[in-house]
């Protein structure tokens, strides 16, 4: 009874800490740009009253829509992407779900809040939610490949270096694949940095890979038709899901802690480590949202498949080669 | 009830035989009790399935030999090849759990589908016969009974293709089907006949401890890969496939499923069971791959264009069929080394197993659902579908179900079997994994292509006055619906409790040899 | 390939160019600020200059005005109209006087062109720079000009 | 998902990629455009016919406001017009402050479409620096004419404002900051990778195309027709400057017509606007800018004119025209608009045909409508036009839209 | 619907041009360059009229456009604010009298905040923005 | 085609393909600017029936831009409309492009034009609008299934651009201006100010 109640209590903290960090980091993000655009930009803290604002507000369920699934998906959609984060370790903190998960089954989690975003603008039954939501399954597809890509070869790598349950967070936690690869490793983990430094803008649907959303093409895409409430519970679900994405890489690929450093341990290491972690969290949403985003134009759909499974597939490729090639000159294979 | 328990595995055949060959006389004394007789013989011949699996996982193989009195009375003689002998090892009753999960559900949606039909009696005859017939190949340890019912399965399944369909297609198809199944027959009995002419046996446990790797058995276990995969509709020989479910009834096209999966037990149980510690497992588990991985890719890539909502299912289904080879070839490759073995190839093994049972229900669920789409509308494709999810609630949250589970998205058992796929075939070669991963998230791009051109959108005018399906053609979809789900949540317990037994059975050659031979060899 | 980048880059270390107008961030309360501006006591940052002949909200002498009623031929948008105030009725004998003439701007309807700036032999017509006119009435008293 | 079922999707009145009203309505083959139909202008007002019920100088007021990202254009040639008609000389000076406005119009005009063309393309941040450097342009106007939008400053007769020797200083501030600007612009907007990967190649209209639809302007241009009244016409200060007409080789390439051309003309056409205003204000002659200060004897004379003219002005779009007829009256008998989309629409179908979906907002944007005067205008590709009624539409393209995956 | 301060410090607004010249409409666009910048206070301009709290109107409205008109304004979730920008939405403007006008816009639907100008400065906007806050405050303290 | 002609040569050049149907032509040279370069008009004035003759010749010129067609009504008691075909001519060619302009009158009573867009497709809008505008009837184009410039619930028989008992009737008149403006209103009091 105790575990499930602090089950229950866990899975409320990290919801709570979840949004509460998706939103700051959605207001650091609205502030950058708006600096980089010469532009003062809105308080940090906008996106809380945005959100505020749109939960007040009335919800309108369009005519030709399914009401109740149309109600349903922006729930959906915010349960999943908290979901991702019980999986998650945090800095030197062990997910709530612990052993239960791992990187494949977070990687497929990190899905359902797409497609609740789908079948809700499908549900929405307007010509543009369905023009938005069929993109949005295409730039899924595009960007699977390299992050299958890199997800599979990481834990390949650390397989090769006989390292047990390569797809465990628990394992990610004592082991870095930095540690365990060679010089020509080093270069394929370097690729595939900069390949999760494109594939987040695209789970997020952020420029240039946001035609789902296009707001000059599809007028808001597949929220075209969502308004309050559930516009609101899906600005939550974009907020934790990009907190999910991002700090995904950064487990995976910037695994570093700073307690180590300083010798600490117990409480004060994990704060620590928290801390560090979601200034990791923090600079790559920057690198890779922000930046990103505020340097380029959109890319037609077409473009966004062309580019994921092509040049990223290739970069991606070419990891997979460097990294085999690498456990085979460390003798790990 | 001793008597009964001990004469389990002839129940999996009798019941449904005696069932069968009743209803005609039922239908035309009795017309009123008809229906409730199918489903108790359905449910009878799914109890006795249940049980005996039940009774296998838990005592062991199990091996009867029809009217003899013990089981050494098979063994002794060796050669001898006309007692009818059933070998149930965990695989074989694996698959009895599959088989009899979905025949039951089945027979509930037909039974209220098939309501306003002429000719039912013959039409659940061949039902039940379809269904003895995979009891039967699931079973046997023999290789003729094995041809045997592998013949009564086709012929009933391709009767059962062409039934209620007058004109081209439906006929068309069924042709091709038998056509395509009848030379796989014919590829099955001539490779028998190869290892009987060298063996002098049909029995399998006996076949296999006499296994040499001669160009004679190159030539048969060529011919059973072959006439196997075309069973199983396997890349490249899933080109019936599509053909005969598109047409058959979609109750009838759920089992289908079941049964092809009866040719996909028999290649397996002929890889391991067969040949398995004969042969070069590397090469021949790179062709299980390659076949796994084309068909992957090919069945998906099919299906993407398609407007005929059956046809889709159908490429699909081609498609999933291929994540089982992938697992289970992998396991084959590293047969002979038993360090990749513990490492990956027995999780990649039970990935694949897991797989055909997860497959035959979330495919069962999508036929039945896409059935009642096509029960309500009388249409196909999907260019004339749409909107009615205003309408058939329950039935478009069974097909998303179906869909998720179908592509892979937890929490539904898709997601459990492929992640011990994806997790385990890595290791072998890191690129199976990918492919894998992208198959399933182009599956389901194509699952909410037809999910939205089927259910979403506005009310269309033709379909105003749509309704709900039948009471038991739901209550057929739940059965299935909450194995997808319950699968999907406790996948662990699942692989515990007959997955492994599964796939152990099939890894472990030598057991099931000494449980039919006994300790003496 | 991708120039923006360096653009940005440059910018977000450079000062904005926004103008902050009316207040860098909105206060607690407009209505508060808005009163505490009146009092003196906060300050409102004032919009981008404006250029000395910036065409804005009328101003209009009535005692100069003769009512030539030349203005209302030549506004494009119908936004004056003519005001006559009532005579006395004459006394016996007397000549009836002429009754006064004068016109009303409705701002709502003017669209700031000064042409009757330019027509007005009085010059009873003048431009001021006051442009931030929005109300919630459009027939307010501040949006009548007589 | 590839498509087989050609499908409807309508665009507008009201769209976040126009910011006018206008009806599009694409068939749509999976993410390809097999056909377009237009239904643009919602927005007619009827001005021709309130033009027949005023005198000329309310309607300069008026036509400054049947567009106004022209501030000029319209009233200028309708000045022209009727300046031919009563005989009246526009003082040399009067022309050249014309000609100054005129070209800053050019400059703030082609810097909100790039603006424009940069937001449909999904790129704030170039929409935001296209704009902030457009405020230069506005500020110079509201500092020339007293307002930002509808300048008013065209008058019968020349202009009602002159442009005093104190104001030089800032006007040439403002182009010296242009000046610097143009390379970074052009860097920005032509040599970007996304907008090339996106614009080359797309919304091309042939040479011959441009020439038998009688496209005007850039958008002509760009397909590499020499056109340009300025030059081919000579009216205000225009005859006295040494220009050419830009075409896409201005930048160093071949035309091809596509979008990314019509960027390069308009780009080029920047700096070359900046340029004649600076030979104006260099060579400005002395004088009055109105020929007839008193605004009451201006609505005599056109009381007394009798006849019929045309003006016209290459305006930023390309061509507009003014037919005007008078008789004696204090209103015109006859005032006929013709704005540069009115001419330019017809290329929509050809350009968008084999478009991708998500290319529509920038080809549609690439020849720079402006529907406010252009009216409505209906355009299809085949002969086929169909208008429906609204619920009809709505109606029609849900069932059609739903279709769209398959 | 409830009035609340989060509604005041996020206004999202969605722009209709009802037959205007553009004037007004560039004004609007212009309002939202980083030399003016509403995001400051939370403005910003959507796609969609279900996302938005401030309907913007600018023209004389149009025959065609007054049917469209109410059914933006119907699309809107409530609490919403409608504002007139310009002159011509107001009483016509230069388009004061027409065969094919169905405006002003308070004849088709419910008016919140005039915006006088031809065209307004971004800066009047931006007022204009302020004096609809300034409403929505007195009407929250109202009630 | 290459050749050019001076505006009197062209304007001699159409009389002698016209003949009879020109029944007058004028060019009006005007000239602006400091350095007074000229920009000429050719204004000529054909019978009705010459419309389509008249545009084939000036393609014989030079193929022509076809600015637009525009019409009046010349009054509420005249028997006649008056339209004008807007060409231009010499365009891309430095100082050169001249207005061609061939105006005519139809008579109320019988209202046809000929259509020219055999000659140049692009005509088709402009001619559409003469018939929604002024109730002009263009033989041989090819018929409109709907309104192209007014909305389509405008009534019948009513032509904006008329001034006869065709035109816009009071009763579609809106006056905006007046719209809600206070009636009444005191006036302000004089001379406190
Ligand atoms: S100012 Fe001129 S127009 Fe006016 S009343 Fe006097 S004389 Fe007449
Ligand atoms: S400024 Fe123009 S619109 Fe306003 S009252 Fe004067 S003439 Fe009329
Ligand atoms: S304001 Fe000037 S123009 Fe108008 S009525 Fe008075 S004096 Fe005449
Ligand atoms: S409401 Fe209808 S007419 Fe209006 S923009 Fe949308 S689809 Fe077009
Ligand atoms: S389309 Fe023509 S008549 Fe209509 S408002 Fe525009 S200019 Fe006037
Ligand atoms: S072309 Fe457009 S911007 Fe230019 S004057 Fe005409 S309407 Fe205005
Ligand atoms: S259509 Fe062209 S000419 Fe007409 S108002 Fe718009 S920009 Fe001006
Ligand atoms: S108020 Fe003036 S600037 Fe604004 S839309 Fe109307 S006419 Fe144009």
């Given at each position: 009874m105790n575990i499930i109640l602090s089950a229950i209590g866990g899975t409320i903290v990290l919801a709570i800490i979840g949004i509460a960090v998706g939103l700051f980091l959605s207001g650091i993000d609205r502030r950058i740009v708006a600096r980089m655009q010469a532009r003062i930009g809105p308080p940090l803290r906008q996106p809380f009253t945005d959100v505020k604002k749109l939960l007040t507000k009335q919800s309108i369920v369009p005519a030709n829509a399914i009401p109740w699934l149309f109600n349903l998906m922006p729930i959906a959609a915010l349960a999943s992407s908290i979901a991702v984060l019980m999986y998650l370790p945090f800095g030197s903190l062990a997910p709530i779900l612990g052993e239960a998960g791992d990187m494949i089954l977070v990687l497929y989690l990190l899905i359902v809040p797409s497609l609740a975003l789908v079948i809700g603008g499908f549900a929405s039954g307007s010509p543009y939610a369905t023009v938005g939501a069929q993109r949005e399954m295409v730039s899924m597809i595009a960007y699977e490949l390299p992050l299958a890509i890199s997800v599979v070869i990481i834990a390949w790598r650390l397989m090769a270096a006989?390292?047990?349950?390569?797809?465990?967070f628990m394992t990610l936690m004592e082991t870095s694949v930095w540690d365990v690869a060679g010089p020509l490793g080093i270069v394929g983990l370097l690729l595939l940095l900069f390949l999760f430094m494109w594939i987040t803008p695209g789970e997020l649907s952020?420029?240039?890979?946001?035609s789902p959303e296009a707001e000059t093409e599809?007028?808001?895409?597949?929220?075209?038709?969502y308004s309050g409430r559930n516009l609101g519970l899906f600005s939550l679900a974009q907020a934790v899901k990009m907190v999910g994405i991002i700090a995904f890489g950064v487990i995976i690929l910037?695994?570093?802690?700073?307690s180590p450093v300083f010798g600490m341990t117990g409480a004060g290491a994990a704060v620590i480590d928290l801390v560090f972690f979601f200034v990791k969290v923090i600079v790559v949403s920057i690198l890779s949202v922000t930046v990103v985003r505020t340097m380029m134009a959109r890319l037609r759909i077409t473009q966004v498949v062309k580019v994921y499974w092509f040049v990223f597939g290739g970069i991606g490729i070419a990891a997979i080669i460097l990294l085999m090639l690498d456990a085979f000159l460390m003798g790990g294979v | 009830m001793n008597l009964l328990l001990d004469n389990l595995p002839a129940l999996l055949i009798a019941v449904p035989l005696l069932g069968a060959f009743l209803v005609p006389v039922i239908g035309r004394f009795l017309p009123k009790i008809r229906d409730a007789w199918i489903i108790l013989v359905s449910f009878l011949a799914s109890l006795a399935a249940v049980i005996t699996a039940a009774a296998v996982f838990l005592k062991g193989t199990l091996v009867y030999v029809f009217?003899?009195?013990?089981?050494s009375s098979a063994a002794?003689?060796?050669?001898?090849?006309f007692r009818i002998i059933f070998t149930i090892d965990g695989f074989g009753a694996f698959m009895l759990l599959s088989a009899a999960i979905v025949s039951f559900a089945v027979v509930l949606y037909l039974v209220a589908s098939q309501k306003?039909?002429?000719?039912k009696s013959e039409f659940y005859a061949l039902y039940l016969l379809l269904t003895a017939g995979i009891f039967g190949m699931v079973s046997t340890g023999d290789l003729f009974n094995f041809f045997v019912f592998l013949e009564i399965n086709t012929l009933a399944g391709a009767a059962l293709v062409s039934y209620h369909r007058k004109g081209g297609i439906a006929v068309e198809g069924a042709i091709k089907y038998l056509i395509v199944n009848t030379v796989g027959g014919l590829m099955v009995l001539f490779s028998i006949g190869l290892l009987y002419a060298q063996y002098?046996?049909?029995?399998m446990a006996f076949l296999a401890s006499q296994m040499t790797w001669t160009t004679l058995n190159i030539v048969a276990l060529v011919l059973f890969i072959t006439a196997l995969g075309m069973k199983a509709g396997?890349?490249?020989?899933?080109?019936?496939t599509p053909d005969a479910y598109s047409v058959a009834p979609s109750g009838i096209t759920a089992v289908m499923v079941v049964a092809s999966q009866a040719g996909l037990y028999g290649l397996f149980r002929v890889l391991f069971t067969l040949y398995g510690g004969s042969i070069n497992t590397v090469t021949i588990g790179w062709v299980i791959i390659i076949l796994g991985i084309l068909s992957m890719v090919i069945g998906v890539t099919m299906a993407l264009?398609?407007?005929d909502i059956k046809r889709l299912l159908a490429y699909h289904a081609v498609s999933q069929t291929g994540y089982m080879l992938l697992g289970v070839g992998v396991a084959f490759a590293v047969l002979g080394d038993p360090a990749a073995t513990a490492a990956f190839g027995q999780t990649a093994m039970e990935g694949g197993l897991f797989h055909i049972i997860n497959h035959a229900l979330y495919k069962g669920l999508l036929f039945l659902a896409v059935g009642a789409v096509i029960y309500r509308t009388g249409v196909w494709s999907l260019n004339k579908l749409g909107g009615l999810g205003h309408n058939m609630k329950w039935t478009m949250v069974f097909f998303l179900i179906g869909a998720l589970a179908i592509a892979g998205i937890p929490p539904f058992n898709g997601f459990a079997s492929k992640l011990m796929i994806y997790e385990s075939v890595f290791a072998f070669n890191p690129a199976l994994s990918i492919i894998a991963m992208v198959v399933s998230i182009l599956t389901l791009a194509s699952f909410m292509k037809v999910f939205h051109s089927v259910f979403m959108g506005p009310r269309l005018p033709e379909y105003e006055n749509v309704k709900e399906v039948p009471k038991l053609m739901i209550a057929g979809m739940i059965i299935l619906t909450i194995f997808v789900i319950g699968f999907g949540l406790v996948p662990d317990l699942v692989v515990d409790s007959i997955v492994s037994p599964a796939a152990a059975a099939l890894l472990n050659q030598g057991s099931y040899i000494t449980a039919v031979l006994g300790g003496g060899l | 390939m991708l120039p923006m980048l360096k653009e940005i880059l440059t910018q977000s270390v450079k000062k904005p160019v926004?103008?902050?107008?009316?207040?860098a961030r909105l206060p607690k309360s407009i209505t508060g600020f808005l009163e505490d501006v009146g009092r003196g006591k906060a300050n409102l940052i004032p919009p981008v200059e404006t250029p000395?002949?910036?065409?804005g909200k009328l101003s209009y002498k009535r005692n100069i005005?003769?009512?030539?009623g030349l203005c209302m031929k030549v506004c494009?948008?119908?936004?004056i109209e003519q005001v006559v105030y009532p005579v006395p009725p004459a006394k016996e004998g007397e000549e009836q006087p002429r009754a006064q003439k004068r016109i009303r701007i409705y701002v709502g309807n003017c669209?700031?062109?000064g042409q009757c700036i330019d027509i007005c032999p009085k010059e009873a017509i003048s431009q001021t720079s006051?442009?931030?006119?929005?109300?919630?009435?459009?027939?307010?008293e501040s949006q009548i000009i007589e | 998902m590839a498509g087989n079922v050609p499908y409807k999707i309508p665009i507008g009145p009201?769209?976040?990629?126009?910011?006018e009203p206008v009806h599009i309505e694409l068939t749509v083959m999976g993410e390809e455009v097999i056909g377009a139909d237009f239904t643009p202008g919602?927005?007619?007002?009827?001005i021709e016919w309130m033009g027949l019920s005023r005198n000329p100088v309310q309607i300069v007021h008026l036509t400054d406001r049947i567009c106004g990202i022209c501030g000029v254009t319209h009233s200028l040639s309708f000045a022209r017009a009727v300046e031919q008609i009563a005989g009246i000389t526009v003082p040399e000076r009067g022309d050249y402050v014309r000609t100054i406005i005129a070209e800053f119009e050019r400059i703030q005009s082609h810097l909100l479409w790039a603006g424009v063309a940069a937001h449909e393309l999904g790129f704030d941040s170039l929409f935001y620096l296209a704009w902030r450097v457009r405020e230069d342009a506005m500020d110079a106007i509201e500092f020339i004419?007293?307002?930002?939008?509808?300048?008013?400053?065209?008058?019968?007769?020349?202009?009602?404002r002159d442009i005093t020797i104190d104001q030089y200083a800032k006007i040439r501030t403002c182009l010296k900051t242009y000046k610097d600007l143009f390379s970074k612009l052009k860097k920005l907007f032509l040599e970007d990778a996304v907008i090339k990967s996106r614009c080359i190649g797309t919304g091309l209209l042939s040479f011959e195309t441009a020439m038998a639809y009688s496209a005007v302007g850039p958008t002509s241009r760009a397909s590499?027709?020499?056109?340009?009244l300025r030059v081919d016409y000579p009216y205000c200060a225009y005859g006295d400057l040494d220009i050419k007409p830009v075409l896409?080789?201005?930048?160093g390439k071949d035309v091809n017509g596509d979008t990314y051309d019509r960027i390069v003309v308009r780009i080029f056409e920047i700096a070359q606007s900046i340029e004649i205003i600076e030979t104006c204000l260099d060579n400005m002659p002395a004088g009055?800018?109105?020929?007839?200060?008193k605004v009451v004897k201006i609505l005599a004379a056109c009381k007394k004119a009798s006849g019929e003219a045309v003006g016209r002005h290459e305006a930023p779009r390309g061509e507009a025209v003014h037919y005007v007829a008078m008789d004696n009256?204090?209103?015109?008998i006859a005032w006929k608009v013709k704005a540069s989309t009115y001419s330019n629409a017809h290329v929509w179908p050809i350009i968008l045909k084999g478009a991708q979906l998500a290319d529509i907002p920038i080809i549609v944007a690439s020849i720079d409508p402006c529907m406010s005067c252009t009216d409505r205008v209906a355009i299809t590709d085949n002969g086929s036009t169909k208008i429906f009624t609204k619920e009809q539409l709505s109606k029609m393209s849900y069932e059609k839209t739903r279709r769209m995956l398959q | 619907m409830k009035l609340t301060n989060s509604l005041n410090r996020s206004l999202w607004v969605f722009h209709f041009n009802?037959?205007?010249?553009?004037g007004c409409d560039i004004e609007i666009v212009a309002t939202l360059?980083?030399?003016?910048?509403?995001e400051r206070f939370g403005v910003k301009l959507v796609g969609s009229p279900r996302h938005a709290d401030v309907l913007l109107v600018t023209g004389p409205v149009t025959n065609q456009m007054a049917d469209r008109l109410r059914r933006v304004y119907a699309q809107m979730p409530s609490p919403k604010v409608v504002m007139v920008v310009g002159t011509c939405g107001q009483?016509?403007?230069?388009?004061?009298?027409?065969?094919?006008l169905a405006g002003p816009i308070d004849q088709i639907i419910p008016v919140d905040v005039y915006v006088p100008g031809c065209a307004p400065r971004p800066e009047a906007i931006i007022n204009g923005v302020v004096t609809a806050i300034a409403k929505l405050e007195r009407l929250e303290g109202g009630k | 085609m290459d050749e050019i002609y001076t505006p009197a040569e062209v304007a001699d050049k159409l009389k002698a393909s016209l003949g009879d149907s020109m029944l007058d032509s004028s060019i009006r040279v005007r000239a602006e600017g400091a350095k007074k370069r000229e920009n000429t008009n050719i204004w000529i004035t054909i019978r009705r029936e010459a419309i389509h003759e008249a545009a084939e010749a000036l393609m014989k010129i030079r193929y022509p831009h076809l600015s637009c067609i525009s019409g009046y009504d010349?009054?509420?008691?005249?028997?006649n409309l008056r339209v004008q075909y807007i060409f231009s001519i010499y365009g891309g060619i430095e100082n050169k492009e001249c207005l061609v302009i061939f105006s005519t009158d139809i008579p109320k009573a019988n209202p046809h034009i000929p259509t020219i867009t055999d000659l140049m497709e692009g005509a088709a809008f402009t001619e559409h609008e003469k018939t929604e505008y002024l109730g002009i009837i263009v033989d041989g184009?090819?018929?409109?299934?709907?309104?192209?410039?007014?909305?389509?619930d405008f009534p019948e028989?009513?032509?904006?651009?008329?001034?006869?008992?065709?035109?816009?009737?009071?009763?579609?008149?809106?006056?905006?201006?007046?719209?809600?403006r206070p009636e009444n209103r005191p006036p302000a009091p004089l001379g406190d100010e």
């Open positions: 006989n390292v047990a349950d390569p797809f465990s952020k420029v240039p890979f946001d599809l007028a808001g895409g597949i929220l075209a038709e910037l695994p570093w802690n700073l | 009217g003899a009195a013990a089981v002794d003689s060796g050669g001898i090849p306003e039909r002429s000719g002098n046996s049909l029995n396997a890349v490249p020989f899933h080109f019936a264009p398609q407007k | 926004t103008n902050l107008f009316p207040a000395e002949h910036m065409r005005c003769n009512g030539c494009p948008s119908h936004a669209i700031f062109c006051e442009f931030l006119l929005a109300a919630e009435d459009r027939f307010a | 009201i769209h976040p990629a126009l910011k919602q927005t007619h007002r009827g004419t007293g307002n930002r939008v509808n300048y008013d400053i065209i008058q019968i007769g020349g202009t009602r590499g027709v020499t056109a340009d896409p080789t201005a930048y009055p800018v109105l020929w007839e200060e009256a204090d209103a015109p | 009802a037959g205007s010249c553009n360059t980083p030399r003016y910048d509403p009483s016509g403007g230069v388009f004061h009298t027409s065969y094919n | 010349k009054g509420a008691k005249d028997e184009l090819e018929p409109a299934k709907h309104r192209f410039f007014l909305p389509q028989n009513v032509y904006p651009l008329r001034k006869d008992d065709k035109k816009i009737p009071d009763s579609m008149v809106k006056n905006l201006w007046a719209s809600g």
